[in-house]
Each structure stands twice: as structure tokens, then as C-alpha cells.
């Protein structure tokens, strides 16, 4: 069994999640490649959905974490701000804390669990 993140934190706005695994791996992506587009390809997503989480995001915070140029003889492209390097700082301390937590339960539940690469 594979010893991923055992929990999976996300930051709720009411019903709305602000933050949480995805948001800081599209935020990531954005930052590696300089778009929207080009984060939506590399984690096999589309264009939309891409928009629609940055959008999400930016409304959630008080400051966007994400800033857009409209095309030109350069073409478009996006970056992520300084709050959004925040956010995601934030974001990775808090997830290993949570880790750290729930770390021994974690191990007796997974005790448990059957494993599926067994045959």
C-alpha cells in the first residue's frame, strides 16, 4: 500500500471550497508553465475547469492568487501572486501538521484495510 497524504485538507468559503489539494497543484502548474492553458494540459484538465477553479479562488480571497495578460503579439499568459505562494505555503505546513496528527491512527485504520496490489 502506497504511503500518500493521509489527509486531505480543504479550506471552505460556506459551501465553496476556497482551497484544497487541487487549487495548490493547478497554482503550481500555473506557475511552471505561465498559463491557464498550459497547467490545464499538464494535469490533463480541460480549459474550462482550469478557468473556473482560478476564478473560484480569486473570488475567494481577499487578493487574486492568480493574474492573467490578455493575448497580444506575445500572446497571453498567467502568473501566480504573491499571496497565492503564501496560500500555498500556508497550505503545505498545514497539511503536514494534519499529517503528523492523525499519523498513528492512520497506520492502525490502514492495518485494516485490504490491500488491492495483493493477489
Given amino acids: 500500500m502506497t504511503n500518500s497524504k493521509t489527509v486531505r485538507l480543504r479550506v471552505m468559503q ?5 482551497f484544497g489539494p487541487g487549487k495548490a497543484a493547478l497554482l503550481l502548474a500555473i506557475e511552471r508553465t505561465g498559463s491557464i492553458s498550459g497547467a490545464a494540459r499538464e494535469m490533463e484538465m480541460s480549459y474550462r475547469r482550469a478557468w473556473l477553479l482560478v476564478e473560484e479562488m480569486n ?13 497580444g503579439a506575445k500572446g497571453g499568459g498567467a502568473s501566480i501572486t ?4 503564501e496560500v500555498i505555503s ?8 494534519a499529517d503528523a496528527a492523525v499519523e498513528k491512527d492512520m497506520q492502525y485504520l490502514r492495518s485494516l484495510i485490504v490491500d488491492a496490489d495483493k493477489d
Avoid: H, S
Fill in 14 to 18: 460556506g459551501e465553496t471550497i476556497a
Fill in 59 to 71: 473570488r475567494c480571497f481577499t487578493k487574486p492568487l492568480v493574474q492573467t495578460a490578455t493575448g
Fill in 82 to 85: 504573491e499571496v497565492a505562494r
Fill in 90 to 97: 500556508c497550505y503545505q505546513r498545514m497539511q503536514k501538521k
